[in-house]
């Protein structure tokens, strides 16, 4: 009997698809008037290349091929590109271990990974290939840099920045998780002041956070983490006016911690400073309830009052000393908390009270003013670091019963009193207001008398991207001691990243080194200018090259709208839940910007998204560093492409984690071998004939039946649940109930036109999973015209539908009558049926059923009293 060999099948049919470039390119958009096929826009992530392909990427495009597949015989005009994302910092690493030039090395690499893309069969067009280190690429990065400079969308600014000492380089907060580098898992990230250029992605907060709200076809998942990244908070900015130290009481103006805990009103002397301290609460309704400012140690003012006082100096680098310790073990809010008195005090706007002003290590300078009022008795933070120093409390909200009933209960048991479903006390004028009404109302009475007013308040930053690499997109600004920056002028685009740089560990921007690049001339003046020689952040190239593949060979533009407008959004985008907030919040800050700069018409990059679970050995993720890796084309090598994205499906549902097994593959790879045989075996029979449903016979419809109850399946399941995984089971049981009909096939006894249907049938439901034997077999049943655009199967309810068994219902042993079920319904709807049938329910009338035997398909026996 013929053998299954898939190391014969799939390298001719690759080189049959290779001599086709147009096999997998969509069509171009329909002209007005025109209507054409739906179009499809499928996608999965694209690499980085490393140099080989791992099974997280097998998986990934193993769902998207068969997607894009399906779509295609669903008649839809499918585009299903594949790039690189090639710019990065492991192509430097690489330079300094093998010597090779990082384009060098890159190049290769993303041949090494096409090559293993063809391998498996994937239905890419290629001729829409992006790759991202490419001046015809990222010449259109520095396009949008301008662009978003031009509309004080990118600025450069001197700040706090994280900095990893492995990768060299800053980081963007989106790069940091729990306070270490996100490509090294063991580094601490440092915090440096660096000039640095900025994307303002803080813009689109509103509009990043209310986007998601339509986001249905994304995971809730990713949502949540979205809506808790960009974290929007809404509340108020008030400020308190610094008291002049020389006006203050006698008897305070010693730094002592004493002094600093108390709250008095201040006196008619008291004078302000003329320094301005504007805090952010999300409970201004406390406000009379605050006896304290805290200070981040980071906060600008901190500087000034340290700058007078040594010994304070001393106390606040211990607190930053704090802070930093805090930020490296990853939770800054679970912080033990420190503080010191500055010896200064703040007048509260609404009592006129004197508050004590505190730096506190609990206190972040990034977040909001960098400055809070503290409510120690209703802020559960406050409360712990009032109670360690001795800070006044003050009550001023409590739960209506208590303010209305027992108003001298012991209230100091519910400290913190957190509740905003309550009443104000102690608050002045505002007294017996509901919480949320008290906060409206003082947020407006700040506002009239000019000294706050109600505001949000995001967590998101804006995107640090500037970074001292080389193998990245050079960043197009120049700096002219006369005019300061001026962006390069369009036509002199791209800034061209020098081929021949010295790459060293030794800090700094690689491209400083290259006097070449840094000398130019200012476009403005005509005299001497120097260079950017930071490049720009890899999630840069990330945030817009799918929009590039509609267009790859657009020259004078990113791309052509039109061709935009036709493909977007992404109907289908597949990748990793580990981009979640990285890449997939950049990618939507950028389509927005090109929106607003009129580029494209979508606010959304992608309709729907879909998150694949990862690839694990042995209930660990595989990575190097656990030696779990497993090759995939050592499974192509052992099994067949087909096997091995066979597997990846079946093994489990996609968005769980799938252990890999070889056994599994193994197991796939026979089924295949069963398939072919089963086809080639009948392949003469259908050969020449027809497809056609004519065998009446009970075999004929038996196989039919199952079919088409296959076909309903995977359809159902392409459109709702993807559970491949048990599609791939069906179809298995399928071929099963074929091949157990062997002998009716051979003998003609089901009719060669019905034996057309099921053999055709069977290859077409195979032709998303497995490609290439589904090609195969198509040739061998001499089937004529592309499998790729062949219809997909229909499925006939009537067909698919099982037979119906009629099954006799007795009483007491006595037949009394007789009911029609499914030939395959359980027991519970055999005797649903039985009670619910007229002549029975007549007979049992009144009396009580005490028992009921079924024999599945035979019987119904009813015991009654
Ligand atoms: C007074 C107050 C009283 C507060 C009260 C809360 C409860 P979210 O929801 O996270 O935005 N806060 C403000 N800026 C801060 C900073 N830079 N570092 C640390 N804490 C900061 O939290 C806002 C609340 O967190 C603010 O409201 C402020 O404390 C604190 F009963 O102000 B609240
Ligand atoms: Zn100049």
Same mark, same amino acid.
């Given at each position: 009997?013929?053998?299954?060999?898939?190391?014969?099948?799939?390298?001719?049919?690759?080189?049959?698809?290779?001599?086709?470039?147009?096999?997998?390119?969509?069509?171009?958009?329909?002209?007005?008037?025109?209507?054409?096929?739906?179009?499809?826009?499928?996608?999965?992530?694209?690499?980085?290349?490393?140099?080989?392909?791992?099974?997280?990427?097998?998986?990934?495009?193993?769902?998207?091929?068969?997607?894009?597949?399906?779509?295609?015989?669903?008649?839809?005009?499918?585009?299903?590109?594949?790039?690189?994302?090639?710019?990065?910092?492991?192509?430097?690493?690489?330079?300094?271990?093998?010597?090779?030039?990082?384009?060098?090395?890159?190049?290769?690499?993303?041949?090494?990974?096409?090559?293993?893309?063809?391998?498996?069969?994937?239905?890419?067009?290629?001729?829409?290939?992006?790759?991202?280190?490419?001046?015809?690429?990222?010449?259109?990065?520095?396009?949008?840099?301008?662009?978003?400079?031009?509309?004080?969308?990118?600025?450069?600014?001197?700040?706090?920045?994280?900095?990893?000492?492995?990768?060299?380089?800053?980081?963007?907060?989106?790069?940091?998780?729990?306070?270490?580098?996100?490509?090294?898992?063991?580094?601490?990230?440092?915090?440096?002041?660096?000039?640095?250029?900025?994307?303002?992605?803080?813009?689109?907060?509103?509009?990043?956070?209310?986007?998601?709200?339509?986001?249905?076809?994304?995971?809730?998942?990713?949502?949540?983490?979205?809506?808790?990244?960009?974290?929007?908070?809404?509340?108020?900015?008030?400020?308190?006016?610094?008291?002049?130290?020389?006006?203050?009481?006698?008897?305070?103006?010693?730094?002592?911690?004493?002094?600093?805990?108390?709250?008095?009103?201040?006196?008619?002397?008291?004078?302000?400073?003329?320094?301005?301290?504007?805090?952010?609460?999300?409970?201004?309704?406390?406000?009379?309830?605050?006896?304290?400012?805290?200070?981040?140690?980071?906060?600008?003012?901190?500087?000034?009052?340290?700058?007078?006082? #040594? &010994?304070?100096?001393? $106390? =606040? @680098?211990?607190?930053?000393? *704090?802070?930093?310790?805090?930020?490296? %073990?990853?939770?800054?809010?679970?912080?033990?908390?420190?503080?010191?008195?500055?010896?200064?005090?703040?007048?509260?706007?609404?009592?006129?009270?004197?508050?004590?002003?505190?730096?506190?290590?609990?206190?972040?300078?990034?977040?909001?003013?960098?400055?809070?009022?503290?409510?120690?008795?209703?802020?559960?933070?406050?409360?712990?670091?009032?109670?360690?120093?001795?800070?006044?409390?003050?009550?001023?909200?409590? #739960? &209506?019963?208590?303010? $209305? =009933? @027992?108003?001298?209960?012991? *209230?100091?048991?519910?400290?913190?009193? %957190?509740?905003?479903?309550?009443?104000?006390?102690?608050?002045?004028?505002?007294?017996?207001?509901?919480?949320?009404?008290?906060?409206?109302?003082?947020?407006?009475?700040?506002?009239?008398?000019?000294?706050?007013?109600?505001?949000?308040?995001?967590?998101?930053?804006?995107?640090?991207?500037?970074?001292?690499?080389?193998?990245?997109?050079?960043?197009?600004?120049?700096?002219?001691?006369?005019?300061?920056?001026?962006?390069?002028?369009?036509?002199?685009?791209?800034?061209?990243?020098?081929? *021949?740089?010295?790459?060293?560990?030794?800090?700094?921007?690689?491209?400083?080194?290259?006097?070449?690049?840094?000398?130019?001339?200012?476009?403005?003046?005509?005299?001497?200018?120097?260079?950017?020689?930071?490049?720009?952040?890899?999630?840069?190239?990330?945030?817009?090259?799918?929009?590039?593949?509609?267009?790859?060979?657009?020259?004078?533009?990113?791309?052509?709208?039109?061709?935009?407008?036709?493909?977007?959004?992404?109907?289908?985008?597949?990748?990793?839940?580990?981009?979640?907030?990285?890449?997939?919040?950049?990618?939507?800050?950028?389509?927005?910007?090109?929106?607003?700069?009129?580029?494209?018409?979508?606010?959304?990059?992608?309709?729907?998204?879909?998150?694949?679970?990862?690839?694990?050995?042995?209930?660990?993720?595989?990575?190097?560093?656990?030696?779990?890796?497993?090759?995939?084309?050592?499974?192509?090598?052992?099994?067949?492409?087909?096997?091995?994205?066979?597997?990846?499906?079946?093994?489990?549902?996609?968005?769980?984690?799938?252990?890999?097994?070889?056994?599994?593959?193994?197991?796939?790879?026979?089924?295949?071998?069963?398939?072919?045989?089963?086809?080639?075996?009948?392949?003469?029979?259908?050969?020449?004939?027809?497809?056609?449903?004519?065998?009446?016979?009970?075999?004929?419809?038996?196989?039919?039946?199952?079919?088409?109850?296959?076909?309903?399946?995977?359809?159902?399941?392409?459109?709702?649940?993807?559970?491949?995984?048990?599609?791939?089971?069906?179809?298995?049981?399928?071929?099963?109930?074929?091949?157990?009909?062997?002998?009716?096939?051979?003998?003609?006894?089901?009719?060669?036109?019905?034996?057309?249907?099921?053999?055709?049938?069977?290859?077409?439901?195979?032709?998303?999973?497995?490609?290439?034997?589904?090609?195969?077999?198509?040739?061998?049943?001499?089937?004529?015209?592309?499998?790729?655009?062949?219809?997909?199967?229909?499925?006939?309810?009537?067909?698919?539908?099982?037979?119906?068994?009629?099954?006799?219902?007795?009483?007491?042993?006595?037949?009394?009558?007789?009911?029609?079920?499914?030939?395959?319904?359980?027991?519970?709807?055999?005797?649903?049926?039985?009670?619910?049938?007229?002549?029975?329910?007549?007979?049992?009338?009144?009396?009580?059923?005490?028992?009921?035997?079924?024999?599945?398909?035979?019987?119904?026996?009813?015991?009654?009293?």
């Amino acid at each position: 009997e013929v053998r299954y060999n898939p190391a014969e099948i799939e390298p001719r049919w690759q080189q049959i698809w290779a001599a086709q470039p147009d096999l997998y390119a969509a069509e171009a958009a329909p002209k007005p008037g025109e209507t054409g096929k739906p179009k499809y826009y499928v996608l999965e992530m694209l690499p980085y290349p490393s140099g080989q392909l791992h099974m997280g990427h097998v998986r990934n495009y193993a769902i998207g091929d068969a997607l894009a597949r399906y779509m295609w015989m669903q008649g839809y005009n499918v585009l299903h590109p594949m790039g690189w994302d090639a710019f990065g910092l492991p192509a430097e690493n690489a330079a300094l271990k093998n010597n090779t030039p990082p384009r060098e090395w890159t190049l290769s690499n993303i041949a090494a990974m096409k090559r293993q893309m063809e391998r498996l069969g994937l239905s890419y067009d290629w001729q829409t290939e992006v790759t991202t280190c490419l001046p015809e690429y990222y010449r259109w990065n520095q396009w949008f840099f301008i662009q978003m400079f031009n509309k004080g969308l990118a600025y450069r600014r001197k700040s706090k920045v994280n900095w990893c000492p492995e990768c060299a380089t800053v980081l963007a907060n989106e790069q940091v998780i729990n306070g270490r580098c996100w490509r090294h898992e063991d580094t601490l990230v440092e915090q440096r002041d660096l000039e640095q250029w900025f994307l303002r992605t803080t813009n689109y907060a509103q509009e990043l956070l209310d986007g998601l709200d339509k986001l249905d076809g994304w995971p809730e998942k990713v949502r949540t983490m979205q809506r808790n990244w960009i974290g929007r908070s809404e509340g108020a900015a008030v400020e308190f006016a610094m008291e002049d130290p020389a006006t203050a009481p006698e008897d305070e103006k010693h730094l002592t911690r004493h002094a600093g805990t108390h709250v008095l009103p201040a006196h008619d002397d008291v004078k302000a400073s003329g320094e301005k301290v504007a805090v952010f609460t999300t409970r201004i309704d406390t406000i009379f309830g605050a006896t304290s400012l805290q200070l981040a140690p980071g906060h600008a003012l901190v500087k000034t009052l340290t700058a007078e006082n #040594p &010994r304070l100096a001393k $106390e =606040v @680098e211990d607190l930053i000393e *704090q802070q930093k310790k805090a930020r490296e %073990t990853g939770d800054i809010g679970a912080i033990e908390k420190h503080g010191v008195f500055t010896g200064r005090y703040a007048i509260n706007p609404f009592s006129n009270e004197r508050l004590p002003v505190w730096v506190a290590n609990y206190i972040l300078a990034d977040y909001g003013t960098g400055a809070i009022m503290s409510v120690p008795a209703h802020d559960e933070r406050d409360f712990e670091f009032a109670k360690k120093y001795g800070i006044e409390m003050r009550i001023v909200v409590l #739960p &209506r019963r208590t303010v $209305e =009933v @027992e108003t001298d209960g012991p *209230q100091e048991t519910l400290l913190p009193y %957190t509740e905003e479903d309550s009443l104000l006390i102690n608050s002045g004028d505002f007294n017996m207001l509901g919480c949320v009404e008290a906060q409206h109302r003082m947020a407006a009475y700040a506002q009239e008398h000019g000294f706050g007013q109600a505001t949000v308040s995001f967590r998101l930053k804006d995107w640090g991207v500037s970074r001292q690499r080389y193998w990245g997109t050079p960043i197009p600004m120049l700096y002219c001691e006369k005019d300061g920056i001026v962006p390069v002028p369009e036509d002199q685009l791209p800034v061209i990243l020098p081929p *021949q740089v010295e790459i060293t560990q030794q800090g700094g921007s690689p491209l400083g080194r290259v006097p070449e690049f840094v000398n130019a001339t200012c476009p403005k003046c005509g005299g001497p200018a120097r260079r950017e020689t930071d490049t720009m952040d890899t999630f840069v190239d990330s945030s817009w090259y799918f929009y590039r593949y509609t267009d790859a060979k657009n020259s004078s533009a990113p791309f052509d709208p039109a061709k935009v407008a036709y493909w977007f959004p992404i109907d289908q985008y597949i990748g990793g839940v580990e981009h979640a907030i990285l890449h997939l919040i950049y990618s939507r800050f950028w389509t927005r910007v090109m929106r607003d700069l009129g580029l494209v018409k979508n606010d959304e990059p992608a309709a729907r998204l879909f998150t694949q679970g990862m690839v694990i050995k042995g209930g660990a993720k595989m990575s190097k560093s656990k030696g779990n890796v497993v090759s995939p084309d050592d499974m192509i090598a052992r099994y067949g492409a087909d096997a091995t994205r066979m597997y990846a499906l079946f093994a489990a549902p996609p968005d769980r984690d799938l252990d890999w097994q070889e056994d599994g593959v193994a197991g796939v790879s026979r089924f295949l071998g069963k398939v072919y045989r089963f086809v080639m075996r009948h392949a003469a029979i259908a050969r020449g004939v027809t497809a056609q449903a004519t065998g009446s016979d009970p075999a004929s419809q038996q196989l039919l039946r199952k079919l088409h109850q296959t076909i309903r399946k995977i359809t159902q399941d392409f459109g709702g649940r993807w559970h491949f995984n048990t599609c791939i089971a069906a179809v298995m049981e399928m071929v099963n109930t074929f091949t157990a009909a062997d002998e009716k096939i051979a003998s003609g006894e089901v009719p060669p036109a019905t034996v057309a249907v099921l053999l055709e049938n069977l290859v077409l439901l195979l032709a998303p999973f497995a490609p290439y034997i589904a090609c195969e077999l198509w040739q061998e049943l001499g089937r004529q015209g592309d499998l790729l655009r062949a219809p997909w199967p229909q499925f006939d309810e009537a067909l698919a539908k099982e037979d119906e068994l009629e099954v006799p219902v007795q009483l007491n042993g006595k037949l009394r009558s007789v009911v029609r079920v499914a030939a395959e319904a359980d027991q519970d709807t055999i005797r649903d049926a039985a009670l619910a049938d007229e002549k029975i329910k007549a007979a049992i009338e009144g009396k009580e059923v005490v028992k009921v035997i079924i024999v599945t398909g035979k019987l119904v026996n009813l015991v009654v009293k």
